[in-house]
């Protein structure tokens, strides 16, 4: 430990500064801390952690074990609060490590960095990074609940740091001993996400490179990143999807970073920057359209030949240069002429790649011909030994037995290479192997406890091997591992890379660090260039920083796949994805946040360095009044405090307390989703509240594992034996109904248990769930707070309207705290869950009013709109309650007070109201104000008719009716009708006598 703090290099002013920052976010994620459960996967993990439970694939068992601990450790009275408090914690190191990080990287940026300005720089710089690390949208929402992503990317960050320290005391045994350590943390980090792995094939190249490389090598192994993440790309779109300018754009981009990296840009550069426009003219194309709009076919022909022949052009424009270079290739200016050709080349291998090669087979092929190349042209600056052991422990990215193959054959290579003294520091690299397994046994965890057979066990691991390496190979859905699905594309690519509801990363990304819209623009920017500078100066930090980036961020959007609704007619199942998915993204939202911090301390120091030729005074002004941009992260706390603030939020407790309240008790209780069962787990097994209650989840009825644990563990009575679960199957009828694994649990716990204990769906359960023997139950089911009972004695629906009432309008029984409160923030989630407490209350509301009890119904109504101010629909059934009764002040007040409701539909229950009430001419003001604002406003035009007939007005109809159709000229219906009227009118006139 002595050696370890000796090379670091102490800095006591940076530890100050460190601990200070480490304490301010603390504080404020203490503050915004979850003081309950949340909504989705919270409520598991946090049950899990009271129980020892093993929780959905692949289990995060060293995030369990760590969770037991702190749940046990009384803090906070509240055992959630208590397992919250590990994301507060392991969040606030990440970015305390992110400072670290930043500090390291900024110093080795400055060339001098010992006068107080470029402290101050340095310094500041860090603070801003860490601090839009810490408070970046996602990265804040999974700082303050019980989720995997803080302490994943506490270590994410920790072997960040760490790699940096090795590469500053390479070949010492310190270094070798941050090596291991690395590795260590890197495989255990599996046991909490797999997105702590994603740190480590990158850092490992500090490993496998021998000391002092060039520049070059780390271009290289940059580039063989890139073309990895572009062959997934390519291979894996659909034929015709990718147009060809798409991949030499990209190839254009990376020219631009290298070119801009010259102090002064040779001429051949600028040629080769001219063709490569020529070539994506439908790219500007493109881009003009978005700003100017739709440009005509006849443009976009020309532009598409523009860009064909230009495309011909490149190509022999690129055999031209690399012509060049071989005639001058012992020159000092063959050097430009071999960049340009290799670029334009490298622009041409990726469209063909794009247009020939498809598929997970073709990408192992090829990548494996790129790493053969990469090798050949490394293998002077590679540590073989070492490569040989990371090769096979990273073989974990494509599952357990290539996992466990690849160290057997590597640490058999390593022994015998070692001892016939070909392979120098076998055993070194023989520990990093051992390292690997160490870490990665905190897996053992689930086979072991899986065969204890917890309350939450899913998928039961322990079954066999098989299953087990199905189980943490997240093959839950089926037996394509991830990898290979990469290949099937669930999405559109646009709506993967772009804004698209619930998985568009640029979506996601625009709004992380609270500054949004086109000012958004200035932080992207500042991100990137801060990157590019580090990339510049030194290109091994810079690269590794920005290859993690890259793998965090168009990786992951690869890798995950997120469907957007799109393809489901294709593969039947890629429906769009059931919530946000911002989460998956945190490790590129926490290194851009930084890269923004680094992105300031640079612009500042340019800054700096355009004024030196000011005066003294002026320039002291200039640059110390621009430090005021280190304060950006203040509008990022500010803006994003609202929406990660959960210290008040009991949404998710009451929610589930409130569907356990309304059940019988040893009722078997039907869910449908996460979240209406992972909070009833969390109530059940970590508060103890009624246990007594079986919760069967629908989804998981679907699987047979879960059917078996409901019989064995569980204790639900189907009638089935181990074999007769094992044969179940899902079939179709002769009248065209299908019968689902869970549509078969639910008729056997029905058949097996009436009678006998109560059998139970929520109300947050779907209709088309509540089926028995195929046929819907709506006209079996009892009505009882937040759940149906199942009564086959019953012919419809019948609503326990007393128990109902009591248990809405009783505070001791029905909880919604928060709901109602503007200070507390509701995502889609909450707004849509909560709706079910307006739902159900207002169907008992109509049951009561339908049995002439208006009282009670008005007072359900407005419980219901109390509760949950959000829900018009509430609002609406009030007003109709009005309605019925002629209460045209109390109408006339709801208007008033919610604004947010359709003024148009209030005004004409007020107008209905005063019919209703006889005061027919006040209702014809009223209707007729509705036509003044919106002249086509039927029920409003036909109120009115309805009005002057039944008064025989035939003259005001008439009127009316005339004024509809100037501005309504296709109605033919009440053309019809004029015509009839008129033709009505003129025959009377034409029976009064003259004289008369």
Not at 964 to 971: E, G, S, Y
Request: proline share 3%; charged share 15%; with cysteine.
């Amino acid at each position: 430990m002595t050696e370890f703090i000796n090379r670091i290099n102490i800095d006591k002013t940076n530890a100050i500064i460190a601990t200070l920052v480490w304490l301010f976010i603390l504080i404020i994620y203490n503050l915004t801390q979850a003081i309950s459960l949340s909504f989705w996967d919270c409520g598991e993990f946090i049950a899990s952690c009271s129980i020892l439970g093993v929780p959905h694939p692949p289990g995060t068992p060293l995030y369990v074990m760590i969770g037991r601990i702190f749940s046990l450790i009384p803090l906070f009275d509240d055992m959630a609060q208590r397992v919250n408090f590990l994301s507060v914690l392991s969040s606030s190191f990440t970015a305390l490590f992110g400072y670290l990080v930043t500090v390291r990287i900024l110093r080795n940026w400055f060339i001098s960095k010992d006068d107080l300005y470029s402290k101050i720089l340095i310094y500041a710089g860090s603070i801003s990074g860490s601090l839009f690390l810490a408070f970046g949208l996602t990265n804040w929402n999974n700082s303050v609940e019980a989720e995997v992503y803080g302490l994943s990317m506490m270590l994410f960050m920790a072997i960040f740091w760490l790699i940096l320290i090795y590469s500053e005391n390479k070949g010492s045994k310190l270094a070798d001993r941050i090596m291991l350590l690395i590795i260590y943390l890197g495989f255990a980090g599996i046991g909490i996400h797999m997105t702590t792995f994603l740190v480590v094939p990158v850092v490992v190249l500090f490993f496998i490179l021998k000391k002092d490389v060039g520049n070059k090598i780390w271009f290289g192994l940059g580039l063989f990143f890139f073309a990895e993440l572009y062959l997934i790309f390519a291979l894996s779109s659909l034929p015709g999807e990718i147009p060809y300018y798409v991949p030499i754009t990209m190839a254009f981009v990376v020219f631009m970073f290298f070119v801009f990296s010259f102090e002064q840009i040779p001429r051949i550069y600028m040629h080769t920057i001219l063709i490569f426009i020529l070539s994506i003219f439908p790219v500007i194309g493109k881009g003009i359209e978005m700003i100017t709009g739709p440009i005509a076919d006849s443009y976009w022909t020309i532009i598409n030949y523009v860009g064909y022949i230009s495309s011909g052009a490149l190509i022999l424009f690129g055999l031209f240069v690399l012509y060049k270079y071989y005639s001058l290739r012992k020159t000092e200016d063959a050097t430009v002429y071999l960049m340009s050709g290799l670029f334009i080349m490298a622009s041409i291998i990726m469209v063909v790649l794009l247009l020939v090669f498809k598929g997970y087979q073709a990408f192992l092929v090829i990548s494996a011909l790129f790493a053969l190349i990469l090798l050949a042209v490394l293998w002077k600056h590679i540590n073989w030994s070492i490569l040989i052991a990371v090769g096979g422990s990273s073989l974990i990215v494509f599952g357990i037995k290539p996992f466990v193959y690849g160290m057997l054959v590597s640490a058999v290579i390593l022994v015998v290479g070692g001892l016939l003294k070909y392979l120098p520091g076998w055993k070194i690299s023989l520990m990093i192997i051992f390292m690997a397994v160490a870490g990665f046994s905190v897996h053992v965890y689930i086979p072991i406890r899986s065969a204890e057979q917890p309350v939450i066990n899913e998928n039961n691991p322990s079954k066999d091997l098989t299953t087990t390496i199905n189980y943490l190979e997240r093959k839950q859905y089926g037996s394509m591992s991830m990898t290979e699905r990469m290949f099937k594309r669930r999405s559109e690519w646009v709506n993967q890379f772009g804004m698209h509801r619930r998985m568009g990363y640029w979506g996601f990304f625009s709004e992380q660090y609270g500054i949004n819209g086109v000012k958004f623009v200035f932080i992207f920017l500042l991100g990137i260039f801060g990157i590019w500078e580090i990339i510049r100066r030194r290109p091994d930090y810079g690269l590794l920083f920005f290859i993690l980036f890259l793998v965090s961020s168009v990786g992951l959007i690869l890798y995950m796949n997120f469907a957007d609704g799109t393809r489901s007619g294709i593969t039947g199942i890629d429906y769009l994805e059931v919530r946000d998915r911002d989460y998956f993204f945190t490790p590129a939202f926490v290194l851009f946040g930084l890269a923004i911090g680094i992105g300031l301390s640079v612009l500042l120091q340019f800054l700096r360095e355009s004024v030196q030729s000011f005066g003294k005074g002026t320039r002291g002004i200039v640059m110390y009044s621009s430090l005021a941009l280190f304060l950006l992260p203040t509008f990022t706390i500010a803006n994003n405090y609202f929406y990660c603030d959960r210290s008040n939020n009991y949404m998710a407790f009451d929610y589930a307390n409130n569907i356990l309240s309304s059940a019988d008790k040893d009722a078997v209780l039907f869910t449908g989703g996460d979240n209406d069962t992972f909070p009833l787990w969390c109530l059940q097994e970590t508060y103890g509240i009624r246990k007594d209650v079986k919760n069967v989840n629908l989804s998981l009825a679907n699987t047979k594992w879960y059917i078996k644990q409901l019989q064995n563990t569980m204790g639900v009575n189907l009638g089935w034996t181990e074999r007769d679960i094992d044969n179940l199957r899902p079939y179709k009828t002769q009248d065209g109904t299908i019968f689902r694994l869970a549509d078969q649990v639910v008729d056997a716990v029905i058949t097996n248990n009436i009678g006998e204990r109560p059998i139970e769906f929520a109300v947050t359960t779907s209709s088309g769930s509540r089926k028995y023997l195929g046929k819907p139950l709506k006209n079996k089911l009892r009505l009882k707070g937040m759940v149906y009972e199942v009564d086959t004695s019953l012919t419809s629906l019948f609503v326990e309207k007393e128990i109902s009432l009591d248990f809405y309008t009783n505070p001791n029984k029905f909880k919604a705290r928060g709901i109602n409160d503007s200070t507390i923030y509701k995502n889609e989630t909450a707004y849509r869950l909560t709706s079910n407490y307006a739902n159900g209350i207002l169907v008992t509301a109509d049951h009561l009013r339908r049995d002439g009890d208006i009282k009670s119904a008005e007072i359900l109504a407005k419980r219901a709109i109390e509760l949950v101010p959000i829900s018009t629909n509430s609002i609406d059934y009030l007003a109709q309650l009005y309605l019925r009764q002629g209460k045209v002040d109390e109408i006339k007040t709801l208007i008033n007070k919610y604004p947010t409701v359709d003024k148009k539909q209030f005004m004409l229950y007020l107008g209905q109201a005063y019919d209703e009430k006889g005061e027919s001419e006040e209702a014809v003001k009223v209707f007729n104000s509705i036509l003044g604002m919106d002249p086509s406003h039927r029920a409003a035009f036909e109120e009115m008719l309805r009005i002057f007939y039944n008064s025989n007005q035939l003259n005001n109809m008439v009127t009316l009716l005339k004024q509809w159709l100037r501005f309504n000229k296709n109605d033919k219906q009440i053309r019809d009708l004029l015509n009839e009227f008129e033709n009505e009118i003129a025959k009377k006139n034409q029976k009064v006598d003259p004289a008369q």
